[in-house]
């Protein structure tokens, strides 16, 4: 294990109290539907994010789904491609805009089953991506609502966002990960 592993780890270990306050203040924040296809389509997330774990990846999965049409797949290859950038909302944004032919990707939702991080919340509203569902908060770098909410700021481009989608289960995803990589050290 790297030092930026431990690091990343670590820091994910923050104390009851203040994930409870900040769990209340996202909630407070979030007061948008969500269908039972949003749910069908965060679990498919799941399933790509087990494939990013296959690889041994932090497991996160994201697609781009437009009128029923499924426009992207993609996990988080940051590891294995030895780039900062290839978080699985990045790289589906990047396939989307080759299937739509465009840098902007009217009409889409963005799915993900962790919190997008500042940079994957710029992607999308540079991509003009209308509305976006995430599984798991972040409250380490999310800026969807949990550390801080890149939606709340008046940019040109305001995406609508839902946060939380099979919370649970998307979380319990990521902590088993992390828990192997502890168990291995
Ligand atoms: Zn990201």
């Not at 994910?12 to 109290?17: D, K, L």
């Not at 296959?54 to 499924?70: C, K, S, Y």
């Not at 509305?131 to 800026?143: E, I, K, L, P, S």
Request: proline share 4%; charged share 30%; glycine share 6%.
């Amino acid at each position: 294990m790297n030092e930026m592993k431990e690091k990343d780890i670590k820091n994910g270990e923050i104390s009851a109290t203040e994930k409870n306050e900040r769990e209340i203040s996202a909630a407070e924040t979030e007061k948008c539907e969500f269908s039972p296809t949003d749910v069908e389509y965060i679990r498919e997330c799941m399933a790509l994010a087990a494939e990013a774990e296959a690889i041994d990846e932090v497991p996160v999965g994201a697609m781009v789904v437009r009128d029923g049409v499924v426009l992207a797949r993609a996990f988080n290859t940051r590891e294995s491609s030895k780039c900062a950038t290839h978080h699985a909302e990045i790289l589906a944004i990047e396939k989307a805009c080759e299937s739509l032919g465009g840098w902007r990707l009217p009409g889409v939702t963005l799915y993900v089953s962790m919190e997008p991080c500042a940079m994957c919340a710029g992607a999308i509203i540079n991509a003009r991506i209308p509305r976006v569902v995430y599984g798991a908060r972040d409250y380490r770098f999310g800026a969807f609502g949990s550390l801080i909410d890149l939606s709340k700021i008046p940019f040109n481009h305001i995406p609508e966002v839902v946060g939380g989608v099979l919370a649970e289960e998307c979380s319990a995803q990521l902590s088993s990960y992390f828990k192997k990589k502890r168990t291995k050290v």
